[in-house]
């Protein structure tokens, strides 16, 4: 993180000049950070040249490893049990590749104390006023991302809430609107079964030649049913003839082939089939929005008796 960006999330302090007296320590913390950082970098291309059997190429890379730990544990003021370079020469001159990967693993153990040295003595001895001011900025700015995160993520949850309710409410309008829809075909084709009695003198019964064009059409979904199920074919074929009845045009009829969420309608022709109850009226329906025929979001309109409304 920057420093301007840090300095902007202290308002009302200032970051403590550097000071003259200071100069030797942040030398020595920089010269220690810089070859903790090289070595690192050297140790990595160490395993790298062992891995391809670059045996020349590592020892070189060794002796170079070897002398910027040691050189950082003097400028760290580290007492080492015993010198790296010096456990580097014992190795000779272009040892084995178990010689130097016990090397690589002796040199990451020693990276890993002087890191942790560094760590002490910037705590300590090397602190300097800069290092307090720069605590507390990273805390605050810790501060500031953990609320903005939770601000975002309530934003977000709120708006996702707010997205779910705009879209139950559209879903909601939406099958309003496809309830009127086939509300007002189901009034349309009982105008058209009306108008087909009385223009014949007949029953639905003997105009589709079927007592229960919907008979077969429940226990499955309607909805988009291809054009040979048993179920369309019946409706088409009852349509067409309540219309050639009824003299309806083709377009008046195809808009009657389907209901709103892609079924068939379901016709079930009552009057005068039973001699014991001759007067029981034709129903059509719509299986509604779940495509089911026989449950409760069906829309149901009984077609008028033959010689009512003449």
């Known amino acids: 993180m920057g420093r301007n960006l840090l300095d902007r999330l202290m308002p009302g302090e200032r970051r403590p000049p550097a000071r003259v007296a200071e100069a030797p320590v942040r030398a020595a913390r920089e010269r220690a950070r810089e070859l903790l ?134 879903a909601a309008v939406a099958l309003e609107r496809q309830r009127r829809e086939a509300a007002a075909a189901l009034a349309d084709i009982a105008g058209l079964a009306q108008a087909a009695k009385a223009a014949t003198g007949r029953s639905l019964i003997d105009i589709t030649g079927s007592n229960c064009s919907l008979c077969g059409c429940d226990g499955r979904d309607l909805r988009n049913a291809p054009e040979g199920d048993i179920c369309v074919r019946k409706w088409h074929a009852a349509l067409e003839r309540i219309g050639q009845a009824a003299a309806a045009g083709p377009g008046r009829l195809a808009r009657l082939a389907r209901d709103p969420w892609g079924s068939p309608y379901l016709l079930n022709e009552n009057e005068g089939e039973s001699a014991d109850f001759p007067f029981e009226p034709d129903t059509i329906a719509t299986a509604g929005q779940n495509g089911l025929a026989g449950d409760a979001d069906d829309i149901v309109l009984a077609v008028p008796l033959a010689g009512q409304g003449r």
Do not use: C, H, N
């Not at 002796?63 to 040691?70: G, H, I, K, S, Y």
């Not at 090397?103 to 890191?115: I, M, N, S, Y």
């Not at 560094?118 to 500031?144: C, G, H, I, S, T």
């Open 37 to 170: 950082t090289r070595a690192a970098t050297r140790l990595d291309g160490l395993y790298a040249l062992l891995e391809s059997d670059d045996g020349r190429d590592a020892a070189l890379l060794a002796d170079l490893l070897a002398e910027d730990l040691d050189t950082a544990a003097a400028v760290l003021g580290w007492r080492e049990k015993r010198s790296l370079t010096l456990e580097r020469a014992e190795g000779g001159l272009l040892p084995p590749p178990e010689t130097l990967a016990a090397f690589a693993g002796l040199a990451e153990a020693r990276l890993a104390a002087l890191g942790q040295a560094l760590a002490r003595r910037r705590d300590r001895d090397w602190a300097l006023p800069e290092d307090r001011f720069q605590a507390r900025a990273l805390w605050r700015a810790r501060a500031v991302l953990l609320v903005g995160v939770v601000v975002l993520s309530a934003a977000i949850l709120l708006g996702e809430a707010m997205a779910k309710r705009t879209r139950q409410f559209a």
